[in-house]
Protein backbone atom coordinates (compact mmCIF):
# COMPACT_ATOMS: atom_id res chain seq x y z
CA UNK A 1 0.00 0.00 0.00
CA UNK A 2 1.48 3.30 -0.87
CA UNK A 3 1.98 6.40 1.46
CA UNK A 4 -0.57 8.46 1.88
CA UNK A 5 -0.58 12.00 2.83
CA UNK A 6 -3.33 14.03 3.60
CA UNK A 7 -3.47 17.52 4.25
CA UNK A 8 -5.06 17.69 7.51
CA UNK A 9 -2.03 15.21 8.74
CA UNK A 10 0.61 13.05 8.11
CA UNK A 11 -0.77 9.07 7.87
CA UNK A 12 2.55 7.15 7.25
CA UNK A 13 1.77 3.56 5.53
CA UNK A 14 4.29 0.76 4.35
CA UNK A 15 4.50 1.02 0.89
CA UNK A 16 5.20 -1.84 -1.47
CA UNK A 17 6.69 -2.19 -5.03
CA UNK A 18 5.02 -0.76 -8.03
CA UNK A 19 4.83 -3.11 -10.82
CA UNK A 20 6.59 -2.53 -14.21
CA UNK A 21 4.95 -2.58 -16.80
CA UNK A 22 5.94 -4.15 -20.21
CA UNK A 23 7.25 -1.30 -23.06
CA UNK A 24 5.29 -0.46 -26.05
CA UNK A 25 6.73 -2.72 -29.40
CA UNK A 26 6.29 -0.97 -32.61
CA UNK A 27 4.40 -3.41 -33.53
CA UNK A 28 1.48 -3.26 -31.13
CA UNK A 29 -1.08 -0.06 -30.20
CA UNK A 30 -0.47 1.30 -26.79
CA UNK A 31 -3.85 -0.62 -24.61
CA UNK A 32 -4.34 -1.23 -21.44
CA UNK A 33 -4.22 0.62 -18.01
CA UNK A 34 -0.73 1.53 -16.87
CA UNK A 35 1.51 2.17 -13.64
CA UNK A 36 0.01 5.82 -13.24
CA UNK A 37 -3.43 4.98 -14.31
CA UNK A 38 -3.47 5.45 -17.61
CA UNK A 39 -2.89 3.79 -20.88
CA UNK A 40 0.46 3.10 -20.79
CA UNK A 41 3.70 5.08 -19.19
CA UNK A 42 5.97 4.99 -22.38
CA UNK A 43 2.98 6.83 -24.90
CA UNK A 44 1.96 9.14 -21.65
CA UNK A 45 5.00 10.78 -20.82
CA UNK A 46 5.95 10.93 -24.90
CA UNK A 47 2.85 12.95 -25.31
CA UNK A 48 3.49 15.54 -22.38
CA UNK A 49 7.17 16.06 -23.88
CA UNK A 50 6.20 16.82 -26.89
CA UNK A 51 3.64 18.97 -25.69
CA UNK A 52 6.24 20.64 -23.53
CA UNK A 53 8.53 21.02 -26.27
CA UNK A 54 5.62 23.08 -27.72
CA UNK A 55 5.30 24.85 -24.98
CA UNK A 56 8.80 26.37 -24.51
CA UNK A 57 9.52 27.08 -28.52
CA UNK A 58 6.47 29.49 -28.15
CA UNK A 59 6.75 31.38 -25.05
CA UNK A 60 5.52 28.82 -22.29
CA UNK A 61 2.39 28.70 -20.80
CA UNK A 62 1.55 32.73 -20.88
CA UNK A 63 1.93 32.85 -24.53
CA UNK A 64 0.98 29.12 -26.09
CA UNK A 65 -1.55 26.45 -25.21
CA UNK A 66 -1.58 23.53 -26.90
CA UNK A 67 -5.04 21.45 -27.62
CA UNK A 68 -6.46 19.48 -25.03
CA UNK A 69 -5.85 16.33 -27.02
CA UNK A 70 -2.60 16.68 -25.94
CA UNK A 71 -3.20 16.82 -22.12
CA UNK A 72 -5.68 14.04 -21.93
CA UNK A 73 -5.83 10.26 -22.67
CA UNK A 74 -2.42 9.41 -24.23
CA UNK A 75 -3.96 6.91 -27.28
CA UNK A 76 -6.78 9.72 -27.75
CA UNK A 77 -3.70 11.90 -28.77
CA UNK A 78 -3.39 12.84 -32.32
CA UNK A 79 0.19 10.62 -32.86
CA UNK A 80 1.56 7.51 -34.82
CA UNK A 81 4.16 4.96 -33.57
CA UNK A 82 6.74 4.89 -36.06
CA UNK A 83 8.35 2.11 -37.28
CA UNK A 84 11.45 2.63 -34.67
CA UNK A 85 9.40 2.74 -32.16
CA UNK A 86 9.19 6.44 -32.06
CA UNK A 87 5.99 8.52 -31.54
CA UNK A 88 5.88 11.29 -34.03
CA UNK A 89 2.92 14.07 -32.66
CA UNK A 90 1.07 16.84 -34.94
CA UNK A 91 -1.51 18.87 -32.77
CA UNK A 92 -2.56 22.25 -32.79
CA UNK A 93 -1.75 25.22 -30.25
CA UNK A 94 -2.11 29.28 -30.21
CA UNK A 95 -2.58 31.84 -27.71
CA UNK A 96 -4.76 31.21 -24.72
CA UNK A 97 -8.25 31.99 -25.20
CA UNK A 98 -7.66 32.19 -29.41
CA UNK A 99 -8.45 30.12 -31.50
CA UNK A 100 -5.58 28.14 -32.55
CA UNK A 101 -2.99 29.41 -34.61
CA UNK A 102 0.10 27.00 -34.56
CA UNK A 103 0.79 23.76 -35.98
CA UNK A 104 3.71 21.58 -34.14
CA UNK A 105 4.99 18.37 -34.77
CA UNK A 106 7.16 16.64 -32.52
CA UNK A 107 8.54 13.22 -32.70
CA UNK A 108 9.99 11.80 -29.04
CA UNK A 109 12.18 8.75 -29.22
CA UNK A 110 10.47 5.59 -27.36
CA UNK A 111 12.75 5.77 -24.28
CA UNK A 112 12.19 9.45 -23.89
CA UNK A 113 15.67 10.74 -24.38
CA UNK A 114 15.63 12.63 -27.69
CA UNK A 115 12.85 14.94 -28.54
CA UNK A 116 12.26 17.02 -31.80
CA UNK A 117 10.67 19.65 -32.86
CA UNK A 118 9.94 18.91 -36.90
CA UNK A 119 7.65 21.89 -37.37
CA UNK A 120 6.49 24.76 -35.55
CA UNK A 121 4.94 27.30 -37.72
CA UNK A 122 1.57 28.04 -39.30
CA UNK A 123 -1.18 25.76 -40.00
CA UNK A 124 -0.10 23.69 -42.64
CA UNK A 125 -3.61 21.69 -43.32
CA UNK A 126 -6.63 22.78 -40.74
CA UNK A 127 -8.54 20.19 -39.69
CA UNK A 128 -11.69 19.84 -37.26
CA UNK A 129 -10.96 20.27 -33.51
CA UNK A 130 -11.87 17.10 -31.68
CA UNK A 131 -12.27 18.46 -28.67
CA UNK A 132 -14.75 18.54 -25.92
CA UNK A 133 -17.07 21.33 -26.55
CA UNK A 134 -17.45 21.80 -22.48
CA UNK A 135 -13.70 22.15 -22.45
CA UNK A 136 -13.59 26.00 -22.62
CA UNK A 137 -10.84 28.20 -22.69
CA UNK A 138 -11.70 29.25 -18.66
CA UNK A 139 -11.61 25.50 -17.58
CA UNK A 140 -8.68 24.59 -19.10
CA UNK A 141 -6.95 27.70 -17.55
CA UNK A 142 -8.18 26.53 -14.18
CA UNK A 143 -6.42 22.65 -14.72
CA UNK A 144 -3.49 24.79 -15.43
CA UNK A 145 -3.30 26.35 -12.24
CA UNK A 146 -4.77 23.02 -10.29
CA UNK A 147 -1.48 21.37 -11.93
CA UNK A 148 0.95 24.20 -10.82
CA UNK A 149 -0.89 23.92 -7.32
CA UNK A 150 -0.21 20.01 -7.33
CA UNK A 151 3.38 20.00 -8.18
CA UNK A 152 4.36 22.55 -5.59
CA UNK A 153 2.75 20.05 -3.47
CA UNK A 154 4.39 17.43 -4.80
CA UNK A 155 7.52 18.76 -4.39
CA UNK A 156 6.76 19.82 -0.97
CA UNK A 157 6.08 16.46 -0.42
CA UNK A 158 9.18 15.31 -1.67
CA UNK A 159 11.11 17.52 0.41
CA UNK A 160 9.44 16.37 3.61
CA UNK A 161 10.14 12.30 2.85
CA UNK A 162 13.25 12.92 2.26
CA UNK A 163 14.97 15.04 5.56
CA UNK A 164 14.46 18.53 4.60
CA UNK A 165 15.94 21.27 2.72
CA UNK A 166 18.57 21.15 4.81
CA UNK A 167 19.60 17.10 3.04
CA UNK A 168 17.82 17.35 0.16
CA UNK A 169 16.68 19.25 -2.97
CA UNK A 170 14.56 18.33 -6.02
CA UNK A 171 15.91 19.10 -9.49
CA UNK A 172 14.82 22.03 -11.39
CA UNK A 173 11.99 20.80 -13.26
CA UNK A 174 9.74 21.05 -10.15
CA UNK A 175 9.84 24.49 -10.17
CA UNK A 176 8.18 25.29 -13.66
CA UNK A 177 5.62 23.30 -14.89
CA UNK A 178 7.08 23.84 -18.34
CA UNK A 179 9.62 21.04 -17.42
CA UNK A 180 7.73 19.08 -15.01
CA UNK A 181 7.59 15.71 -15.73
CA UNK A 182 3.69 14.69 -15.11
CA UNK A 183 0.75 12.48 -16.27
CA UNK A 184 -2.69 13.81 -16.22
CA UNK A 185 -5.07 10.84 -14.53
CA UNK A 186 -8.53 9.69 -15.57
CA UNK A 187 -9.56 9.64 -11.74
CA UNK A 188 -8.75 13.45 -11.26
CA UNK A 189 -5.24 13.38 -10.14
CA UNK A 190 -1.48 14.26 -11.32
CA UNK A 191 1.38 12.38 -11.26
CA UNK A 192 4.63 14.02 -10.97
CA UNK A 193 8.03 12.22 -11.63
CA UNK A 194 10.92 13.84 -10.41
CA UNK A 195 15.17 13.47 -9.16
CA UNK A 196 16.41 15.44 -6.42
CA UNK A 197 19.48 14.46 -3.48
CA UNK A 198 21.88 16.14 -1.39
CA UNK A 199 22.11 19.92 -2.17
CA UNK A 200 24.62 20.94 -4.69
CA UNK A 201 25.41 17.34 -5.08
CA UNK A 202 24.17 14.77 -8.49
CA UNK A 203 20.58 13.47 -8.05
CA UNK A 204 20.76 10.04 -6.08
CA UNK A 205 16.40 9.62 -5.41
CA UNK A 206 13.88 9.00 -8.02
CA UNK A 207 10.34 10.50 -6.46
CA UNK A 208 7.27 9.38 -8.18
CA UNK A 209 3.83 11.13 -6.44
CA UNK A 210 0.64 11.66 -7.43
CA UNK A 211 -1.71 14.77 -6.08
CA UNK A 212 -5.36 15.09 -6.37
CA UNK A 213 -6.29 17.85 -8.50
CA UNK A 214 -8.05 19.56 -5.70
CA UNK A 215 -5.51 19.16 -3.23
CA UNK A 216 -7.13 16.90 -0.91
CA UNK A 217 -4.62 13.90 -0.96
CA UNK A 218 -0.96 13.50 -1.92
CA UNK A 219 0.39 9.70 -2.52
CA UNK A 220 4.10 8.93 -2.78
CA UNK A 221 4.17 5.98 -5.23
CA UNK A 222 8.08 5.62 -5.24
CA UNK A 223 10.53 7.03 -3.45
CA UNK A 224 13.90 5.19 -3.61
CA UNK A 225 16.92 5.26 -5.79
CA UNK A 226 16.79 6.29 -9.08
CA UNK A 227 15.79 2.89 -10.51
CA UNK A 228 16.79 4.25 -14.44
CA UNK A 229 19.68 5.96 -14.23
CA UNK A 230 20.33 7.70 -18.14
Same mark, same amino acid.
Given at each position: ???????? +?? *??? $???????? @??? =???? #?????? &???????????????????????????? &?????????? *??????? $?????? @?????????????????? @? *??????? +????? !???????????????????????????????????? !?????? $??????? =? $??????????????????????????????????? &????? @?????????? #? *?????????????
Amino acid at each position: MPIKISLL +GL *IVL $VATAVPLI @SPI =SANS #QPSGIG &QFGVDNPLLQRAMNLARQAAERANGGLS &QYRAEPAMSG *IATQSPF $VLNADG @SFTFTFLGGKPDQPFSLE @S *IVTVSGD +GREVN !LDYNGPIKSPRPQTTNPNRTSNSIGEEIRSIQRAMN !LARQAG $VKANGGL =S $VYRPDMSMFSLDRAKYVLNDNGTVTFSFLGGSPNA &QPTIE @SVITVALDGS #Q *ITIDYNGPIRNPS
